[in-house]
């Protein structure tokens, strides 16, 4: 897993950028979700996000790894509150949230109601470090969250091919 530092490219209203993080399988898968506009700015909404300046995460003495989360993180504050819907999924959002699957099946492995274990696997050394999803309570999510695993909920619509 890769940690990034991001900033979006099109600050609303004259603002300057946002700046936030988000966790990827590697450089390449990135740079796949950056040209697909699923990169977007939990403050803005702007999908033309990039890279920000970093420093480098040197492991401290001891540590040759670090923990990483088991998939991209949710932004954890909403840039405004969702609007209450009483209809059916507009289709745009339908076909993103399609688009967001079809990237996770294809970039993370499916461990199913081992996600829990498998997260703290991880984090422990014990397991290859990757991107997983699978289901877990929340009980469980916010244990990890404690734990200091970042865990992040998808909605999961069906396949667009289903």
Partial sequence: MIHYTLRCTAPVHGATPHEFEGW????????????????ECPACGDTGAGRALMAPAIPKKGRGRRAAPDVVPAPVEPAAPPAATAGPMPAQVRAL????RAEVEASCDYVGDDFAEEARKMARGEAETRGIYGETSDTDAEALREEGIDVARIPWVPRSDA
Avoid: H, I
């Fill in 24 to 39: 990827f399988k590697d450089s390449a898968a990135f740079e796949k979700l950056l040209v697909a506009k699923l990169v």
């Fill in 97 to 100: 949230l399609q688009r967001v």
